[in-house]
C-alpha cells in the first residue's frame, strides 16, 4: 500500500474508533470547550452533525472541475512547505503546553505561528500551487444549514458564563473569532490542507489536517482521571469538526463558509445572553 492509502486509512481508524469508544464505555457525552465549569454535550451532537454536513458537500453540486493535478507544479517545494508547516502544527501545542492554556501568551503564540509562521514559510519558500476553481456560493448554504440545525439541535449549558461581564465576554468572543475562527481556518484548512492535497490527494489532505487540528486542543482538554477519555472526545468533536471544515474547503475552495462555522461553534451558544 502507497503511503497515502496508510495514512488515510489509519486515519479513518481513529475517527471510528474514537467515538465507538465512547459509545460503549458510557461516556455519551462529552466536553466540547476549554472554559472552566463548561458542561458536556451529548456524542452525537459532535458525530452526527459532521457526518450529515458532508453529505450534503459530497451531492451540492453533484460534480465541480478537480482542483488537484496528478502532477502538481514545484512538488518538492511544496513538499517542503508542509513539512516546515505540520512542524508549526506539532510546535503550537507543545509550546501552549509548556505556557499554559489559560495563559496571556496564548493567543500570542497563535497568531506567531498560525500567521506569521505560516507566511514566513509560504514567503521564503516559493512554490506554484494547482489552480482552485470555487464553486458559486449559493451551492455551500445547504451543507451549512444542514450541519447547522443538528449541530445546535441541543442548547447549551450556559451556567458557567451567567455571571461574566458581557462586555468581557463580547471582548473575548471577538478575539475568539479573529484568533480561532479566522485564523485556524487559514491555517489548518487554507494554508497546510492545500498543499498536503497538491502533494497526497483530497482525503489524505483531510485526515492529516484534522488530525492536527485536534491535536492542538490537547493542552486545555486534556485532563482528568481518564485521558484516555479526552483524547477520545477531542477526535470525537475537533477532529469530525476538522473532518467537515476539510471537506468543505475541498470541495468548494470558499474561505468564508469556513469561517462561518468555526464562528457558529464558538459564538452562537452564547448569543441568549446577550438578550
Do not use: C
Request: proline share 8%; hydrophobic share 55%.
Amino acid at each position: 500500500m502507497t503511503p497515502r492509502v496508510v495514512l488515510t486509512a489509519a486515519g479513518g481508524a481513529l475517527f471510528v474508533l474514537a467515538p465507538l469508544l465512547l459509545l460503549l464505555t458510557g461516556h455519551t457525552e462529552i466536553v466540547t470547550s476549554s472554559d472552566e465549569g463548561a458542561g458536556g454535550r451529548p456524542l452525537w451532537t459532535a458525530v452526527v452533525p459532521a457526518l450529515a454536513g458532508m453529505a450534503l458537500v459530497r451531492l451540492l453540486p453533484p460534480s465541480r472541475p478537480s482542483t488537484v493535478e496528478a502532477q502538481p507544479p514545484d512538488r518538492a517545494a511544496i513538499a517542503r512547505q508542509v513539512r516546515w508547516l505540520v512542524g508549526i502544527a506539532v510546535a503550537f501545542p507543545a509550546l501552549v503546553a509548556i505556557a499554559g492554556a489559560q495563559s496571556l501568551a496564548y493567543p500570542l503564540i497563535k497568531v506567531a505561528l498560525f500567521l506569521g509562521g505560516a507566511l514566513l514559510v509560504t514567503r521564503l519558500i516559493r512554490a506554484g500551487l494547482p489552480p482552485a476553481v470555487p464553486v458559486r456560493w449559493f451551492w455551500v448554504l445547504p451543507a451549512i444549514v444542514g450541519w447547522g440545525v443538528l449541530a445546535f439541535r441541543v442548547p447549551a449549558d450556559l451556567t458557567p458564563y451567567e455571571d461574566l461581564d458581557r462586555v468581557y465576554l463580547a471582548t473575548a468572543m471577538t478575539v475568539t473569532f479573529l484568533t480561532a475562527s479566522v485564523l485556524e481556518e487559514f491555517f489548518y484548512r487554507v494554508t497546510l490542507q492545500t498543499r498536503i492535497e497538491a502533494l497526497a490527494g483530497r482525503w489524505p489532505a483531510i485526515v492529516a489536517t484534522s488530525l492536527l487540528f485536534a491535536a492542538m486542543h490537547l493542552p486545555s482538554h486534556l485532563g482528568g482521571d481518564h485521558p484516555w477519555v479526552a483524547v477520545a472526545g477531542i477526535v470525537a468533536f475537533q477532529g469530525f469538526f476538522g473532518l467537515f471544515t476539510g471537506y468543505l474547503w475541498s470541495r468548494y475552495r470558499r474561505f468564508w463558509p469556513l469561517v462561518a462555522v468555526h464562528g457558529a461553534v464558538n459564538a452562537l451558544p452564547l448569543l441568549p445572553l446577550f438578550t
